[in-house]
């Protein structure tokens, strides 16, 4: 079924068109990329059949919008979506990388409005970048193993940090997380030989578990 790949151009293109501010549209196609999403018939299906008109008739797909998938159905891509993403390019990278920090695009406008954040300070490094990874895809997909990375050291980074780990990124990796058990505020341990948990004191001693699994907590250890 080709619903979760027209479904995945149209919020793209929702959140391209978010980026570059535009008015009014960007809700007509997050409304149609919805209502593709949840069909249980599949959308080429009902291209083969009824052509231009079935697709006017799934709820939310407008004239213009259903012209755009019948395009990615006879060429295998959407003229629109691809000016859009070489247009916006710069933007979404920006915007990418400051969602890898939890900083959503409204935030990223508001805080740029408020010159809390100085924009035109990520545009030549993200123009870099691009370059660089060749494509939009490759650029965010480059951002994120960096972030990943980064996150689990708890590092900061910055576009610039993609630049110097470039030539290893296939080789990061986020830290593994490590769980271990404590009771009460105390460490513990797992006894292999006698098969049971023992609770270490302040003093050093092990005292043999006898409370519930439930009553163990389990702390991250960085």
């Known amino acids: 079924m080709k619903n979760q790949q027209i ?4 919020y793209d293109i929702q959140k391209l068109l978010e980026i570059n501010s ?3 549209k960007p809700s007509a196609y997050k409304k149609a990329a919805k209502s593709i999403e949840n069909l249980k ?3 080429e299906e009902i ?4 052509g231009l008109k079935g697709l006017e008739e799934i709820p939310g ?11 990615y159905f006879k060429k295998g891509k959407i003229k629109y979506y691809e000016e859009l993403k070489e247009k916006t390019a710069i933007r979404a990278i920006i915007t990418h990388y400051f969602e890898t920090k939890d900083v959503s695009l409204k935030e990223l406008k508001s805080n740029a409005k408020k010159r809390k954040i100085v924009y035109s300070r990520f545009t ?13 895809e490759k650029a965010k997909e480059a951002i994120d193993k960096v972030a990943s990375w980064a996150k689990s050291r708890n590092l900061d980074y910055a576009i610039e940090t993609v630049f110097k780990k470039w030539l290893e990124l296939d ?3 986020p830290k593994e997380i490590v769980k271990k058990p404590f009771y009460h505020g105390d460490p513990m341990v797992w006894s292999q030989t006698k098969r049971k948990w023992y609770v270490v004191t302040e003093s050093n001693e092990w005292l043999e578990f006898a409370g519930k699994k439930s009553e163990i907590e389990w702390r991250i250890i960085k």
């Open 7 to 10: 479904s995945k151009i149209l």
């Open 22 to 24: 535009t008015p009014f």
């Open 41 to 43: 018939t599949d959308i």
């Open 61 to 71: 797909v407008g004239k213009s919008i259903a012209g755009k998938i019948k395009e």
């Open 124 to 136: 030549k490094p993200a123009l870099q970048l691009l370059e660089l990874a060749g494509s939009l």
């Open 47 to 50: 291209y083969k059949e009824k």
């Open 171 to 173: 080789r990061l990796k």
